[in-house]
């Protein structure tokens, strides 16, 4: 059981694109490490109602990863909500190693690391994912 665990957690990091610039921070209510998976901009989120909310979110809040598998665009596609409000998606060219840790049951967080005002949608929020080992 413990080995399946490893061969998953490795074969995740070898396809994270953010890999090379991976940190690791102690989990405080667990005294566990969280490890950089990935940090990637919002997919979506001009479809999506970003601006209603951007105003009263922060970096730092966390935010949801939901899995879509019966996504009509993508099997792999992984929505990312703001307290219970969704905000678009992982990127598709990004998305692969997060949907098969979520499939996988890992423990994966995500926060929002930088929040701008930006005319392209793809720079206006940018989120980081994270494992707990």
């Keep these: 059981m413990r080995l399946t665990r490893i061969k998953r957690l490795l074969g995740l990091l070898t396809c ?6 991976a940190t690791a921070l102690p989990a405080e209510e667990t005294g566990r490490v969280r490890l950089l998976v990935q940090s990637s901009p919002l997919a979506g989120s001009q479809f999506h109602a970003l601006e209603v909310w951007r105003e009263k979110m922060r970096v730092g809040d966390v935010l949801t990863l939901v899995r ?3 996504n009509p665009y993508d099997a792999k596609a992984v929505r990312v909500e703001w307290q219970g409000h969704k905000l678009g998606y992982v990127p598709r060219r990004e998305n692969r190693a997060v949907a098969a840790a979520l499939d996988a049951g890992e423990a994966l967080t995500a926060r929002i690391s930088r929040l701008r005002q930006d005319p392209d949608p793809w720079r206006r929020l940018e989120f980081e994912v994270w494992i707990e080992l």
């Design 16 to 21: 994270c694109v953010a890999l090379c610039a």
């Design 68 to 70: 879509e598998p019966d």
